[in-house]
């Protein structure tokens, strides 16, 4: 009698523990509900569908370093990029053609990383790519966790190029709250604050950038949702 009460005793035990299971797996949303509800969050998938270009404008505080200044970023179909920080004692430039990547940082021209260059070449910044997760070879709801205060839906990524990061998405609002990105030189944290409303899409206006040194906070004032000048995106001659 006692074996076939122990018995008894495991058989619901197990039986609780699968129920438990069951019903946090079922409070779990697959990747596409995620970014299903992360699409309509920022303004819905129809209208980012129109966004072949995008100019962004505000000011950079780096934070470790005491100093602030001018931001500004320019980005164009299907993967063109420029970025010009002027913090007045050292001017940022950063650019991609579509095929070259480059950066000056106050010590010369130099030939962008190769897997800057490779995410970049991923394009998924503009149009409604970046709302589609189709778009990367992997990606899984790992559950829930805080990030920045807030509950959020934590997804492990790799895109097709093969970076890995991790993707935290607001349980509530459904918003981006940030990622944690698996580089060479180490995971970069960035945590994106403020969204407001730019032509009907939303957009952090706060974005912060962690590293080892400290942080790096971009807050965006302007953005304008038309093609650039191609002129940005031109290479610099003498680029390797």
């Not at 007045?88 to 030939?111: N, S, T």
């Not at 800057?116 to 070879?137: C, H, I, K, N, T």
């Amino acid at each position: 009698m006692r074996s076939v009460s122990v018995m008894m005793t495991r058989a619901a035990t197990a039986a609780v523990l699968m129920v438990g299971a069951l019903r946090l797996e079922a409070q779990v949303p697959t990747v596409q509900q995620v970014y299903d509800k992360y699409a309509t969050a920022v303004g819905g998938r129809d209208a980012w569908a129109k966004v072949s270009g995008r100019t962004e404008k505000g000011t950079t505080d780096v934070t470790f370093a005491g100093i602030s200044g001018s931001y500004e970023r320019h980005s164009a179909l299907p993967n063109k990029m420029r970025m010009i920080i002027d913090l007045g004692v050292v001017k940022i430039d950063q650019g991609f053609d579509g095929e070259k990547g480059w950066a000056d940082q106050g010590q010369g021209l130099q030939r962008m990383p190769a897997d800057q260059e490779q995410r970049l070449a991923e394009g998924g910044q503009l149009g409604d790519a970046f709302l589609d997760p189709s778009r990367l070879a992997k990606a899984a709801v790992e559950g829930k966790e805080t990030f920045d205060g807030s509950e959020a839906y934590k997804l492990s990524v790799t895109t097709k190029g093969g970076q890995e990061s991790v993707e935290y998405f607001d349980v509530a609002t459904g918003l981006r709250l940030g990622s944690i990105v698996k580089s060479p030189t180490g995971e970069q944290k960035v945590t994106y604050r403020d969204y407001k409303d730019f032509e009907g899409k939303k957009i952090a206006t706060k974005v912060i950038q962690t590293s080892a040194q400290g942080d790096i906070v971009i807050n965006i004032q302007i953005v304008e949702f038309k093609v650039p000048d191609a002129s940005l995106f031109k290479a610099p001659a003498g680029l390797p």
